[in-house]
């Protein structure tokens, strides 16, 4: 399609019609400020009405309130030099006792055959850690007796290996009764077994029982 010119005098041309007419579609400026004004008259107003309660609890329109934003700038502020709240702690995660625990630490030998047991005293709850270490394995049995038994012959286990045996061990064990706790150990070997015990807990005696004679054993302080 070709573009149809006029030409004026002194030689210039004409634009035809259809550029006339974008000319003739351009905002004025009193179009242009009117824009900007309702603009800025919207801004004004999400101002007032949200920023402002949301950001800075202030709310002269009331919106905050209605829509609830004032809320969100109410988060308290801890007051200088207050103390932290501590959080929730667990309890049953520690144990105090008046007095520091004991410790006792002990070697044995036993002939084929031949057993022995050591007992502690232990009030109900108190705890305790313990090792053992054999250069053969042993038969045993870890058990107790409550100082008040429904019968004499009562007694509770905790551990039995009396089939294979084992030549260690270790762990950490809470009195369930007031009374004596510790090991049966037995030698099912043809040849003498020697093994090392440490205990260190809280105790108030020990006694070593062997071939029906009960000796007590000297405990000590933590140093």
């Known amino acids: 399609m070709s573009t149809v010119q006029t030409e004026l005098p002194g030689g210039a041309q004409k634009p035809d019609g259809r550029f ?30 949200f920023v402002l309660p949301a950001e800075y609890g202030f709310d002269p329109l009331k919106t905050g309130a209605a829509l609830k934003l004032t809320g969100i700038s109410q988060t308290e502020e801890p007051k200088k030099g207050a103390a932290p709240t501590p959080a929730p702690g667990k309890t049953g995660v520690y144990r105090s006792e008046p007095k520091i625990y004991k410790v006792e630490s002990e070697d044995f030998s036993l002939r084929p055959g031949e057993g022995m047991e050591m007992k502690y005293h232990m009030q109900k709850g108190a705890e305790m850690v313990y090792g053992w270490k054999a250069d053969g394995k042993l038969a045993y049995e870890f058990h107790g007796e409550p100082d008040n038994k429904p019968n004499k012959d009562y ?43 440490t205990v260190a807990g809280y105790f108030d005696s020990a006694k070593m029982m062997s071939e029906g004679n009960a000796d007590s054993m000297p405990i000590d302080d933590a140093k």
Do not use: C, R
């Open 20 to 49: 006339a007419s974008l000319n003739n579609h351009a905002p004025s400026k009193a179009a242009l400020a009117k824009a900007t004004g309702i603009s800025l008259a919207v801004a004004v107003v999400l101002l007032f009405a």
């Open 155 to 197: 007694f509770e286990s905790y551990e039995l290996n009396d089939k294979v045996g084992a030549d260690s061990s270790y762990g950490s064990f809470t009195a369930p009764t007031t009374g004596i706790h510790g090991w049966f150990w037995q030698n099912k070997t043809k040849k003498d077994v020697m093994f090392h015990l």
